[in-house]
């Protein structure tokens, strides 16, 4: 049975699947900053998560990057 070449013999070898562009630009895990804690919250189900009373995602657009990631935070960590 024949062998089996690599389509590119120069591939970098450090560069694992997809894209070197497409890699994550994360250089440490995201940290909850509690920007979120002033909004009335409730933890439906581990599926679901956590819903904020009174809070749209339209309005964390308009205001600073931190509630983004905040929210992120709390869909990827269980407090």
């Not at 919250?41 to 904020?52: N, S």
Request: hydrophobic share 40%; net charge negative; glycine share 6%.
């Amino acid at each position: 049975m024949p062998s089996i070449k690599r389509a590119r013999e120069d591939a970098d070898a450090n560069i694992v699947g997809g894209h070197e562009t497409a890699r994550s630009r994360l250089l440490e895990p995201l940290i909850y900053s509690g920007t979120l804690d002033r909004f009335k919250y409730e933890d439906l189900t581990p599926a679901i998560g956590r819903e904020f009373e009174g809070l749209q995602v339209t309005d964390l657009l308009k205001w600073e990057d931190a509630m983004i990631r905040d929210l992120a935070t709390t869909s990827t960590y269980i407090f």
